[in-house]
C-alpha cells in the first residue's frame, strides 16, 4: 500500500508518498481498499500541528474516507469482505488502504457513490446534530447559515430545507451565493459587499432568525448574535475564519437567546446509540433524495498538496474529494 505521511507536522508540504506494508485488521478491526477521501478544515489543521488532537508520529491524515472492506479481524460480523463502507476516523484516509475500527464504519447501500460517501458523514452529521437536536429547529423557523458555501454549511442548508425551514445563507462572494441557492437556500447574503445586519433584517422582516448556524467565527459572529430573534439559538459549529470570538453577555439576555456549543465528535463518543440512529436517517434522507453532498471538484490522490493548496485559498464550494 502506499499512503501520505506525515513525519513533521510543519504543514501539507511536507507529506511525502510512501510505500508502507499493507496491515492486517486486529479485532474489531476491517482493513478497507480506499476509493475516495475528502478533504476537510481539520485536516488542514492536523497537519500544521494546530488541531486538537495531535496523533503520535508518524501518522496518515485524512480523517473521512470510504471504498471496499478487503478484510474483517475477529468479531466483527456486521461488516464482510467486497461491502462499502464510509469511515471517519480522523487520520489515515490519505492512502491506497486503512485499519479502521469497526464501530467506526457505516454500511452503505449498493447505489451510494464513494465519492459522496467520503464527503458525507463529518458535514451532514455535524450540521443534523447542531439543527435537529441541539437546536430542536421545528419547521417554519428561520435559519441564517454562515459560511453557507462550505461543507458544513451546504449541508445546513439541505437539512434545514428538509425539517422545513426557510433558510438565509451568507457566504463571501456571488458566486459562492449562487451556489446556496441551488442547493435551497431561499435568501442570500453576500457578507463581503453587504451590510450582514442589515441584510438579514430585511430578509426576516427585522425579526431576525431563530437559529444561526455560525461555522466560521470571528467578525460575523457578533453581528449575526444581534441579529438575532426573541428566543432564538446561536449554534457554535467552530472557527474557520481563525480568530475565535468574544460576544457581550448582555447579548442572548436581551434577546431571551441561547448561546449552544455543537461537538459532534464527543456527541458521538457519549451517545453512541443516538448518533447510530442519526447516521441510519441521514443514509434513508440520501436515498430519498433530501440531501446529497455538494461536490467541489475530485482529484487524483497523487495531488494532495494541490488540494490542501486550493482548500487553504478558501476557494472551496462544498467539498473537495481525493480519489485512488
Avoid at 510505500?19 to 477521501?37: F, N, Q
Avoid at 489515515?92 to 485499519?99: L, N, P, V, W
Avoid at 434577546?255 to 447516521?279: D, T
Wanted: with cysteine.
Amino acid at each position: 500500500m502506499h499512503a501520505w505521511l506525515c513525519t513533521h507536522p510543519t504543514g501539507a508540504e511536507a507529506l511525502t508518498w510512501t510505500e508502507m506494508p499493507t496491515p492486517t485488521p486486529k479485532a474489531g478491526e476491517v482493513l478497507i481498499g480506499i476509493h475516495a477521501a475528502s478533504l476537510n478544515f481539520p485536516d488542514l489543521l492536523i497537519v500544521q500541528n494546530k488541531y486538537q488532537i495531535k496523533p503520535p508520529l508518524p501518522f496518515v491524515p485524512g480523517s473521512e474516507y470510504a471504498g471496499v472492506v478487503q478484510a474483517v479481524g475477529e468479531g466483527v460480523s456486521h461488516l464482510r469482505p467486497g461491502q462499502g463502507v464510509a469511515c471517519l476516523t480522523g487520520t489515515g484516509g490519505f492512502a491506497t488502504h486503512a485499519i479502521a475500527p469497526a464501530k467506526l464504519c457505516i454500511p452503505l447501500p449498493e447505489d451510494f457513490s464513494h465519492v459522496d460517501a467520503a464527503a458525507f458523514i463529518m458535514t451532514y452529521a455535524t450540521s443534523y446534530h447542531a439543527l435537529i437536536d441541539r437546536a430542536r429547529l421545528q419547521a417554519g423557523e428561520t435559519v441564517l447559515v454562515l459560511g453557507a458555501a462550505g461543507g458544513v454549511g451546504t449541508a445546513a442548508i439541505q437539512i434545514a430545507k428538509a425539517a422545513g425551514a426557510r433558510v438565509i445563507a451568507a457566504a463571501s462572494t456571488d458566486e459562492k451565493c449562487d451556489l446556496c441557492l441551488q442547493v435551497g437556500a431561499d435568501a442570500v447574503i453576500n457578507y463581503a459587499s453587504e451590510n450582514l445586519r442589515e441584510a438579514v433584517k430585511a430578509l426576516s422582516d427585522g425579526k431576525g432568525p431563530d437559529v444561526v448556524y455560525d461555522p466560521v467565527g470571528g467578525d460575523l459572529a457578533e453581528p449575526a448574535f444581534r441579529s438575532i430573534a426573541w428566543r432564538g439559538r446561536y449554534l457554535v459549529i467552530g472557527f474557520a475564519s481563525g480568530p475565535i470570538p468574544a460576544l457581550p453577555l448582555n447579548l442572548p439576555l436581551l434577546k431571551g437567546a441561547s448561546i449552544v456549543g455543537v461537538f459532534w465528535g464527543e456527541f458521538a463518543k457519549r451517545e453512541p446509540q443516538a448518533n447510530a440512529a442519526m447516521m441510519g436517517e441521514l443514509v434513508r434522507w440520501y436515498a430519498q433524495g433530501k440531501i446529497k453532498p455538494v461536490i467541489d471538484r475530485t482529484m487524483p490522490m497523487s495531488q494532495l498538496h494541490g488540494a490542501y493548496a486550493h482548500m487553504a485559498s478558501r476557494a472551496v464550494k462544498g467539498k473537495l474529494v481525493l480519489v485512488n
